[in-house]
């Protein structure tokens, strides 16, 4: 599996959620059915509260922090009960829930709390959560172990011992109350086993890089989506309480005729190539299928249903008609022209047994309707002509796939993506078969999921996978999906052209639109703007004049993608600038950039740190571990404000300088900060105690103080004082 950035787990959480929540309202929570969305929607909770771990860790304040989740919470707080009704009673939702996890880690960071004032609001969050949360307590104890547990391991370890605890206590919970009767819910005990899923997100979290991602719809999308998902479903659960299931049955199998119209319209619509015939094909199969199912659960007749179910059969051999020439396309093939005579033949045959079955029941022996459930349904009385069709379906259907997977073992890339796109829509027609067997629909038929299935991954692997057989549209393909953004203008800066690459980076754009509307664009023309950064990317615009007949006739702008050669440059600045070991600023480098800061005025403080006793780290523990520690600590002096820059200056001595600050407090609660984080860490890497951090620090109060070597040596003399007198203090001077 690949990595995995901010963006994509939390869609994968949203994914998870919405499934669980159209379960709740829309699927009996004991069937199998239920039971596997409500498992997959166990994936939300703990991808959500690993995220509120990480974004404690690293916002920029905690307060506003806590006020967006608190106004998030109260705004999901009546779509919210919109949806669920009585279901949750007075509970909250799990923005609630998150809410209080981040507040206990605010209580349990918090610098000026004593340990009983922390012990006491803890014990407060964990009642709230008891008494009106939505998921007790759980979400507040994944949130901790994301964030005091750092190891994956170790954490993996934590989130399924919980889980599993939880699940043995209800369990016991659930047998007690049958003797105890002290809730009004009768739960079996196996009624709550689907939280047992709640281990599953470990996979994907396991997978993340630490990287933002591309964002969609803005930061605060999840956030606005949980309010506005439970509005949606809340409408379409009031839209459907009048419905009866007949009515709901057929509206499924109408949205996949729909579907297939519009596919088969986008294929019309797509640039001509010989894969589109057999598109066209499938396509239409489907369709012509999906309409005489209609006409099947819509009749009320005998007549009805022996109409729909020769339309339907004339779809099916339209079908597989289409899957041997879009197969055959798709892969290059050359079928032999005997071989669609055969199919041909063998379609020519089935209809004229289905024509006559009722003379000479070559097909059906019986063709009669069961009204005993909620709608009609056919009942038919096979004989040998359906069996030999269903033979007929598996020939062509395990030759196309085969033909598939050989095809796609030889090639790399799209290829082998289009074939499996193909491979999949084969088996698709057959999957609703094996739903009805597995008892999932009570019986009744559910084509329409093959169908759309079918038709949605041909589609998908004609276009998105294009396939095209001209060279000048092979050409045009490349262009548009090449890392280069190309655009074309005349001399009155209208576009001519363009690619899909520049509309990622622009946005709309439109043929005979005027390019110098757009302000980077006209300074990119006229020659102002020779880079750009988009979208996390870094262009290099070139702009070609283009000449005809010795006159210039307009101009070709091409920005081609640098971002490798610029992060290869910066990565050579930083070994040149940057310590090895620690990833600080090397003295030289540090030195520089402070006198250049100095010279042009800028104060603040220098502070001077030692590790205490770190030559008996090294004796002690072996200097592996020595530069571990010096490395960890290298990582907390670069993750403070933005206002410091930090050093190395040689062994397990650093330098931070603080931009502007000069009061004592500020200046003590630095190192305060600074001492205390790497405490924390020595003890999560089992070495508390065995080294700590001495700090001498000096102002610069006057001009004169603006010396780099005055600076530093003062520095030096506070930082002895501050060693002589304590080996965990500071001295300012």
Same mark, same amino acid.
């Given at each position: 599996?690949?990595?995995?950035?901010?963006?994509?787990?939390?869609?994968?959480?949203?994914?998870?959620?919405?499934?669980?929540?159209?379960?709740?309202?829309?699927?009996?929570?004991?069937?199998?059915?239920?039971?596997?969305?409500?498992?997959?929607?166990?994936?939300?909770?703990?991808?959500?509260?690993?995220?509120?771990?990480?974004?404690?860790?690293?916002?920029?304040?905690?307060?506003?922090?806590?006020?967006?989740?608190?106004?998030?919470?109260?705004?999901?707080?009546?779509?919210?009960?919109?949806?669920?009704?009585?279901?949750?009673?007075?509970?909250?939702?799990?923005?609630?829930?998150?809410?209080?996890?981040?507040?206990?880690?605010?209580?349990?960071?918090?610098?000026?709390?004593?340990?009983?004032?922390?012990?006491?609001?803890?014990?407060?969050?964990?009642?709230?959560?008891?008494?009106?949360?939505?998921?007790?307590?759980?979400?507040?104890?994944?949130?901790? $172990?994301?964030?005091?547990?750092?190891?994956?391991?170790?954490?993996?370890?934590?989130?399924?011992?919980?889980?599993?605890?939880?699940?043995?206590?209800?369990?016991?919970?659930?047998?007690?109350?049958?003797?105890?009767?002290?809730?009004?819910?009768?739960?079996?005990?196996?009624?709550?086993?689907?939280?047992?899923?709640?281990?599953?997100? @470990?996979?994907?979290?396991?997978?993340?890089?630490?990287?933002?991602?591309?964002?969609?719809?803005?930061?605060?999308?999840?956030?606005?989506?949980?309010?506005?998902?439970?509005?949606?479903?809340?409408?379409?659960?009031?839209?459907?309480?009048?419905?009866?299931?007949?009515?709901?049955?057929?509206?499924?199998?109408?949205?996949?005729?729909? $579907?297939?119209?519009?596919?088969?319209?986008?294929?019309?619509?797509?640039?001509?190539?010989?894969?589109?015939?057999?598109?066209?094909?499938? =396509?239409?199969?489907?369709?012509?299928?999906?309409?005489?199912?209609? @006409?099947?659960?819509?009749?009320?007749?005998?007549?009805?249903?022996?109409?729909?179910?020769?339309?339907?059969?004339?779809?099916?051999?339209?079908?597989?008609?289409?899957?041997?020439?879009?197969?055959?396309?798709?892969?290059?093939?050359?079928?032999?022209?005997?071989?669609?005579?055969?199919?041909?033949?063998?379609?020519?045959?089935?209809?004229?047994?289905?024509?006559?079955?009722?003379?000479?029941?070559?097909?059906?022996?019986?063709?009669?309707?069961?009204?005993?459930?909620?709608?009609?349904?056919?009942? %038919?009385?096979?004989?040998?002509?359906?069996?030999?069709?269903?033979?007929?379906?598996?020939?062509?259907?395990?030759?196309?796939?085969?033909?598939?997977?050989?095809?796609?073992?030889?090639?790399?890339?799209?290829?082998?993506?289009?074939?499996?796109?193909?491979?999949?829509?084969? =088996?698709?027609?057959?999957?609703?078969?094996?739903?009805?067997?597995?008892?999932?629909?009570?019986?009744?038929?559910?084509?329409?999921?093959?169908?759309?299935?079918?038709?949605?991954?041909?589609?998908?692997?004609?276009?998105?996978?294009?396939?095209?057989?001209?060279?000048?549209?092979?050409?045009?393909?490349?262009?548009?999906?090449?890392?280069?953004?190309?655009?074309?203008?005349?001399?009155?800066?209208?576009?001519?052209?363009?690619?899909?690459?520049?509309?990622?980076?622009?946005?709309?754009? !439109?043929?005979?639109?005027?390019?110098?509307?757009?302000?980077?664009?006209?300074?990119?023309?006229?020659?102002?703007?020779?880079?750009?950064?988009?979208?996390?990317?870094?262009?290099?615009?070139?702009?070609?004049?283009?000449?005809?007949?010795?006159?210039?006739?307009?101009?070709?702008?091409?920005?081609?993608?640098?971002?490798?050669?610029?992060?290869?440059?910066?990565?050579?600045?930083?070994?040149?600038?940057?310590? !090895? @070991?620690?990833?600080?600023?090397?003295?030289?480098?540090?030195?520089?950039?402070?006198? &250049?800061?100095?010279?042009?005025?800028?104060?603040?403080?220098?502070?001077?740190?030692?590790?205490?006793?770190?030559?008996?780290?090294?004796?002690?523990?072996?200097?592996?571990?020595?530069?571990?520690?010096?490395?960890?600590?290298?990582?907390? @002096?670069?993750?403070?404000?933005?206002?410091?820059?930090?050093?190395?200056?040689?062994?397990?001595?650093?330098?931070?300088?603080?931009?502007?600050?000069?009061?004592?407090?500020?200046?003590?609660?630095?190192?305060?900060?600074?001492? &205390?984080?790497?405490? $924390?860490? %020595?003890?999560?890497?089992?070495?508390?105690?065995?080294?700590?951090?001495?700090?001498?620090?000096?102002?610069?109060?006057?001009?004169?103080?603006?010396?780099?070597?005055?600076?530093?040596?003062?520095?030096?003399?506070?930082?002895?004082?501050?060693?002589?007198? !304590?080996?965990?203090?500071?001295?300012?001077?």
């Amino acid at each position: 599996m690949k990595s995995l950035n901010r963006t994509q787990l939390k869609l994968i959480a949203i994914c998870a959620m919405v499934c669980d929540h159209v379960a709740w309202g829309f699927v009996e929570f004991m069937s199998p059915l239920g039971q596997v969305m409500h498992v997959i929607g166990r994936l939300t909770i703990p991808i959500m509260c690993f995220f509120i771990a990480e974004g404690f860790r690293k916002t920029s304040s905690v307060k506003e922090y806590i006020k967006r989740m608190m106004l998030f919470a109260v705004v999901a707080m009546l779509p919210f009960y919109l949806f669920f009704g009585e279901m949750y009673e007075y509970r909250q939702n799990i923005i609630f829930d998150l809410l209080l996890g981040l507040l206990l880690l605010a209580v349990l960071e918090h610098k000026k709390f004593k340990i009983w004032h922390k012990v006491v609001l803890a014990a407060g969050l964990f009642l709230i959560s008891a008494a009106v949360g939505g998921w007790i307590i759980m979400p507040m104890l994944y949130i901790l $172990v994301f964030y005091y547990v750092r190891d994956f391991k170790k954490q993996a370890a934590w989130v399924c011992g919980l889980t599993i605890v939880l699940e043995v206590f209800l369990i016991v919970a659930v047998e007690l109350n049958r003797v105890l009767h002290f809730s009004r819910y009768d739960w079996p005990w196996y009624d709550k086993l689907y939280f047992l899923g709640f281990m599953i997100p @470990l996979i994907f979290i396991k997978r993340y890089n630490g990287e933002k991602g591309k964002q969609i719809g803005g930061r605060y999308f999840f956030y606005l989506f949980y309010p506005g998902h439970f509005l949606v479903l809340a409408g379409l659960k009031k839209l459907v309480a009048g419905c009866t299931l007949y009515e709901l049955y057929v509206g499924v199998h109408v949205l996949a005729l729909l $579907v297939c119209l519009a596919v088969l319209l986008k294929v019309f619509w797509a640039r001509p190539s010989r894969g589109q015939i057999g598109t066209l094909l499938l =396509v239409l199969a489907g369709c012509i299928y999906a309409f005489g199912f209609l @006409l099947e659960i819509t009749s009320g007749n005998t007549g009805g249903f022996y109409a729909a179910t020769v339309t339907q059969y004339f779809g099916e051999c339209l079908l597989m008609l289409g899957f041997t020439t879009f197969v055959a396309e798709m892969c290059h093939k050359v079928v032999p022209a005997f071989i669609y005579a055969l199919e041909w033949l063998a379609g020519i045959l089935i209809m004229w047994m289905l024509f006559t079955t009722r003379e000479n029941h070559y097909f059906y022996n019986y063709i009669g309707i069961d009204t005993s459930g909620p709608f009609p349904r056919l009942v %038919l009385e096979h004989n040998w002509g359906f069996f030999l069709f269903l033979a007929y379906m598996v020939i062509v259907c395990v030759s196309c796939i085969v033909t598939c997977i050989v095809w796609g073992i030889r090639s790399n890339g799209i290829e082998r993506k289009r074939m499996l796109c193909t491979a999949t829509a084969i =088996v698709c027609p057959w999957l609703p078969n094996v739903i009805r067997i597995m008892g999932l629909t009570g019986g009744y038929e559910v084509p329409c999921l093959g169908i759309m299935g079918a038709v949605v991954l041909v589609g998908l692997a004609l276009t998105r996978y294009g396939y095209f057989d001209s060279i000048a549209l092979a050409g045009e393909n490349a262009l548009n999906h090449g890392q280069e953004g190309i655009m074309v203008i005349n001399n009155h800066h209208a576009i001519t052209y363009f690619n899909k690459r520049m509309v990622e980076m622009f946005g709309k754009l !439109s043929l005979k639109q005027n390019a110098y509307g757009n302000d980077t664009l006209r300074d990119i023309f006229e020659g102002k703007l020779k880079t750009l950064e988009l979208n996390g990317k870094i262009y290099e615009m070139r702009v070609e004049p283009l000449v005809e007949g010795g006159y210039v006739q307009g101009y070709m702008l091409w920005m081609l993608d640098i971002t490798e050669h610029h992060e290869i440059l910066s990565k050579i600045s930083d070994l040149a600038h940057k310590d !090895s @070991l620690t990833g600080v600023y090397n003295r030289s480098y540090f030195i520089s950039l402070l006198e &250049e800061y100095l010279k042009q005025g800028g104060g603040g403080s220098l502070f001077m740190m030692d590790l205490n006793s770190f030559r008996q780290i090294n004796e002690r523990f072996g200097h592996q571990t020595g530069d571990e520690i010096l490395a960890k600590f290298g990582q907390i @002096l670069a993750g403070q404000t933005a206002d410091t820059i930090a050093c190395r200056i040689g062994g397990d001595e650093f330098c931070l300088f603080y931009k502007e600050a000069i009061e004592t407090k500020e200046l003590e609660a630095m190192a305060e900060k600074i001492a &205390e984080e790497f405490k $924390v860490l %020595l003890a999560g890497e089992k070495y508390a105690g065995i080294t700590s951090v001495s700090f001498g620090i000096s102002k610069i109060l006057e001009a004169a103080d603006r010396d780099f070597e005055k600076l530093y040596s003062n520095a030096d003399k506070a930082l002895y004082v501050a060693k002589n007198r !304590s080996k965990t203090g500071w001295y300012i001077l």
